[in-house]
């Protein structure tokens, strides 16, 4: 059961599973910066078509791929209500207290609805194509040139992989915990606030002792790993991106460049 | 208390691609009183066994009675589950977390209906069960201890419910020599007054002096079941099936090989000495 | 042979006065290059704090310590004598650096300075040494224990100590788990290696060139095991069993039967009972 | 008063990024317990106290971040505003206890918690409105709506953070904040 959690993804070999994780990263970012870009509807129904070619090429099950984006229908009915009744009070139609319901508002919801549409689906096709630990040594190095301003992203990482390391071990030890005080007759919820916040210290309080008990002998063995936080370490080598990751970088940059060109 | 498990089965993450299957068609009876000793291999379903029994997880399949009484039927008293059961897992010492040690060894007893006499005599006794003295110890941190003081701690919060089935998950793990040998004169004590105590352990040689019986598990699986002379007795057989090192058999076995007429099951050490000595005076 | 640890008259205590108990007191123990030692004690006695001034966590408070000749007071070494004399942890869960084995294997080399290109050939050797060869690629989180703490050297051995420090390795694995680690310690220590085996299990350090014995903070007695397990009143005062062979003697004489030597195996009890 | 060294605050700021991953995870397990006692705000807060700003800044940012792509939740749609929070309230209780010290330190701890909670909530409630609503006078009322819904969390937080302290310093895990006086000398 010591597993470390898999998140969305799914193992695949496609084409969009085999571009280095970083590339992809840049990608969904230039595709966002599109999208956030794309005014008119028609532009709309272009993404639409380009998403499902993605889908496609991804070899995801749909169903899978627009998963994200189910479950958040009441919250594309909040976004559009919002955009409706606020959006431009100047051009209302009627006013109901603080609500200034207008075409332009109604508009306006509907681009902003399709945008986090959009934004869902393709940010879903990533994690679903992308280890999780892919993905976060992608915004590792997507994120370590901030080492120029003084940031220190070496620290970062090491933080980073400690962490991740270190997450199936305190699932497993705070099941452990949860069934430990369980069988001791501890019991988690209570109907009053005051006691709902105390009813859950007996699994709180022994994890997170636990998990700095943990800390500190990590640390201790790093320093006898003759860690030092204060002097250079060799850097990590990224392997260079192959062809099809510019490629697809190309591609997307291209998209990028004409949506904002032609809106 | 009487325990008895009928046909259980238990799988974990069932329908997806990491479902495994933990323990399967598990029938066995544990009477009261006993002193049981369970052995395998990690991740042979010993921790789920157990689990199981404490009711902490559902079977998938099959029934676990206590007492004659099925513990996921309708109308079964889990609250009187939870005081009638004790469990002592891995590394107990790291549940303890209240503000002081009274505090703690009674955090069990809170939903029990006893007065604070009540209560206060239970943990004082499980306290000095444990070596301690009440006085000394009650008003202080239970997480200032050393790690041999917080494990003893953390049975005594077991302890306190005064349950009449105790369960053991590897109690002896990183305990010195003194150690181990007070919390085992300890669960001799408790077995004598009558506790039924389950122990999971891969300490042969200790199963084999204090045990009744031995449950031998693989696979999920009920491999063997007997006193420890029975299982043991084919050791070498058994020794990849997660039995560990078990010293005492291990010379009986060389001696038996040198031509001496040691018994088979001759597994504990007083038994070992006897027949050495009565061998040497011949 | 070269010393390969020299603590001459170590004090330490914790408590930041300086009044408090003393973990080690008037402490003073010679470890030869190359020499198997092992270290026992029941918990508390000071053992895991002798460790940790081996490998530098702890500054020396007063007395001299010498670790691969490097004066340990000197804060300048530091460093140098982590470099030097690795240490293995108990609790193999809290060793790695990075989920992935290869990542984790070059952290230690990378702090002292290795060159990059050199090293995948010490994470080879390293994983090779430990009969593991070909995990890089693999998590450490779907491993058992035994092969965990196997990890665990590795990571040290990739830095290429001279002095190999193992502070309870074993108590936290199931037999098995144990038996390969005790056997790559083994091995190590074949291929040359000073190991320093602390523990509180007997049995693991019947195969050692010499047994230190430590209670309360002092040195209670270091020569062979044979030495060391046979003297009934010396394992009395540490709180440690003997050995099976050496029980089944000593409580034989008390019966009144005199076996012709103590035996500290159990080929040698058989020798002993058979002959 | 002792300090903590850097290795071992990047440390605590790891493990406290793991338990933004494990808690809302072991909170699954207890009925309807992740919406009230908002469980990834527990280390991230605590990350703050512990090991000041810039780490409480990184745990709240790789928390929810991690805990996206680990587990799925929080979605995608909502991690953005959640870092936001999250980042706000790590950074902000580190700010606040460096400067804050009025040599008790549950006081102390009581304004850091309270100040990081309250500036954290209107941060996410701005960015929230920031996002979706399109930048109109709603803001205030997204910022209001948020802050307000929030209050039970506060309420909880506020009990178990300060025994989870005590409970680390009296571990020995964590040193005192101020030096002890201690009357059995």
Not at chain 1, 85 to 90: G, K, L, N, S
Not at chain 3, 167 to 179: I, K, Y
């Amino acid at each position: 059961m010591n597993r470390l959690p898999a998140g969305l993804y799914q193992p695949g070999d496609s084409v969009v599973h085999r571009l280095d994780a970083a590339a992809k990263l840049l990608c969904l970012l230039l595709l966002l910066a599109a999208v956030v870009n794309t005014a008119a509807p028609a532009g709309y129904g272009v993404w639409v078509l380009l998403l499902a070619l993605l889908i496609r090429l991804a070899r995801i099950p749909p169903r899978t791929a627009l998963a994200s984006a189910a479950g958040l229908g009441w919250f594309f009915l909040l976004i559009l209500l919002m955009n409706l009744c606020f959006y431009a009070p100047e051009q209302a139609w009627v006013s109901v207290w603080i609500f200034r319901p207008s075409s332009a508002g109604l508009l306006q919801g509907l681009r902003v609805a399709a945008r986090v549409f959009l934004l869902l689906v393709m940010s879903n096709v990533l994690m679903v194509s992308t280890p999780p630990l892919a993905l976060t040594g992608a915004f590792e190095r997507l994120l370590s040139p901030l080492r120029f301003i003084g940031v220190p992203t070496e620290l970062a990482a090491m933080i980073l992989s400690v962490a991740i390391q270190f997450i199936p071990t305190l699932l497993e030890e705070t099941d452990g915990i949860r069934k430990a005080q369980t069988a001791r007759g501890a019991r988690f919820d209570s109907p009053n606030l005051w006691e709902k916040g105390k009813a859950v210290l007996p699994l709180l309080a022994p994890v997170f002792v636990a998990a700095f008990q943990r800390a500190d002998e990590l640390s201790l063995a790093m320093e006898a790993r003759g860690y030092r936080a204060d002097i250079r370490r060799g850097r990590k080598k990224y392997p260079p991106f192959r062809a099809c990751d510019w490629l697809a970088l190309s591609l997307c940059a291209a998209a990028a460049v004409i949506f904002i060109i032609i809106r | 208390m009487s325990v008895e498990l009928r046909n259980v089965s238990c799988v974990y993450a069932p329908g997806t691609p990491y479902e495994t299957r933990a323990v399967t068609e598990l029938s066995l009876t544990i009477r009261d009183g006993e002193f049981a000793g369970v052995m395998g291999k990690t991740g042979c379903g010993k921790s789920t066994m157990i689990q199981l029994i404490a009711g902490l997880m559902r079977p998938s399949g099959g029934q676990i009675l206590l007492d004659g009484q099925d513990i996921n039927g309708k109308n079964f008293d889990r609250d009187g589950l939870r005081r009638r059961v004790g469990v002592v897992f891995q590394f107990p010492e790291i549940q303890l977390f209240e503000t002081t040690v009274k505090r703690d060894v009674a955090f069990g007893l809170r939903h029990f209906g006893w007065t604070e006499e009540e209560k206060e005599s239970s943990v004082r006794e499980a306290l000095e069960r444990m070596g301690f003295s009440y006085e000394a110890v009650k008003d202080k941190s239970p997480l200032g201890f050393s790690g041999g003081e917080k494990r003893r701690l953390a049975v005594a919060g077991v302890l306190a419910a005064r349950p009449e089935l105790l369960i053991l998950d590897e109690p002896l793990a990183g305990l010195d020599p003194l150690g181990r040998e007070a919390l085992l004169t300890l669960l001799g004590e408790l077995n004598r007054d009558g506790t039924t105590i389950l122990m999971v352990s891969h300490d042969a040689d200790t199963l084999a002096e204090y045990a009744d019986r031995i449950i031998l598990l693989k696979d999920g699986r009920l491999f063997r079941d007997g006193p420890a002379a029975e299982v043991f007795a084919d050791y070498d057989a058994l020794k990849d099936n997660g039995i560990g090192v078990c010293r005492v058999r291990e010379a009986a076995e060389a001696l038996r090989r040198r031509g001496w007429e040691i018994p088979a099951g001759t597994v504990r050490y007083g038994q070992l000495l006897d027949e050495i000595a009565g061998r040497w005076r011949q | 042979m070269k010393e390969a640890v020299q603590a001459k008259h170590l004090v330490h205590t914790y408590s930041p006065a300086g009044n408090g108990r003393r973990s080690l007191d008037d402490f003073s123990l010679t470890v030869m290059g190359g020499e198997f030692l092992a270290i026992l004690g029941h918990n508390g006695c000071g053992k895991t704090t002798l460790a940790r001034h081996l490998n530098a966590l702890l500054a020396v408070q007063q007395g001299e310590l010498t670790v691969a000749c490097l004066d340990a007071r000197n804060s300048a070494n530091v460093w140098k004598i982590r470099q030097r004399a690795g240490m293995v942890f108990q609790n193999p869960d809290n060793q790695f650096v990075s989920s992935v084995i290869g990542e984790d294997l070059a952290f230690g080399p990378r702090n002292f300075g290795v060159p990059e290109q050199e090293i995948p050939r010490r994470i080879q050797q390293a994983l090779e040494t430990v009969g593991m060869s070909g995990y890089e690629k693999r998590s450490t989180h779907l491993l058992s224990g035994g092969q965990k703490q196997r990890i665990a050297i590795a990571g040290v051995l990739a830095a290429e100590p001279d002095i190999l420090i193992f502070d309870e390795v074993t108590s936290m694995l199931d037999p098995e788990g144990r038996r390969d680690v005790l056997g790559t310690i083994g091995r190590l220590h074949a291929r040359g290696r000073t190991v320093i085996l602390i523990s509180h299990d007997i049995e693991e350090a019947v195969g050692a060139d010499r047994v230190a014995l430590i209670h309360d903070g002092r040195l209670l007695a270091v020569g062979t095991p044979r030495e060391m397990f046979t003297d009934a009143d010396l394992m009395r005062r540490t709180g440690l069993t003997p050995p099976l062979p050496v029980r089944v003697y000593n409580d034989l004489r008390e019966r009144g039967i005199t076996l012709p030597f103590c035996p500290l195996t159990m080929e040698e009890l058989e020798e002993a009972l058979c002959r | 008063m002792q300090t903590i060294s850097t290795v071992k605050k990047a440390i605590l700021t790891a493990v406290c990024i793991a338990l933004c991953v494990v808690l809302p995870q072991a909170f699954h397990a207890i009925p309807n317990a992740g919406s009230i006692y908002l469980p990834m705000h527990i280390p991230v807060l605590l990350c703050g106290l512990i090991c000041g700003w810039p780490f409480g800044l990184l745990c709240g940012l790789a928390g929810p971040l991690l805990s996206s792509l680990f587990t799925g939740m929080p979605p995608a749609a909502y991690l953005p505003p959640m870092a936001v929070e999250c980042a706000a309230y790590g950074c902000v209780s580190g700010i606040l206890t460096r400067f804050v010290r009025t040599k008790n330190t549950y006081a102390d701890l009581y304004i850091c918690l309270i100040g990081a909670m309250l500036s954290g909530r209107v941060i996410a409630g701005l960015a929230r409105a920031l996002i979706f609503a399109g930048g109109s006078y709603s803001m205030a009322a997204w910022a209001t709506g948020y802050f307000v819904t929030g209050l039970p969390g506060i309420v909880i937080q506020l009990v178990l953070l300060p025994v989870i302290v005590s409970a680390l310093m009296r571990a020995g895990l964590i040193p005192a904040r101020y030096p002890e006086v201690r009357s059995d000398g």
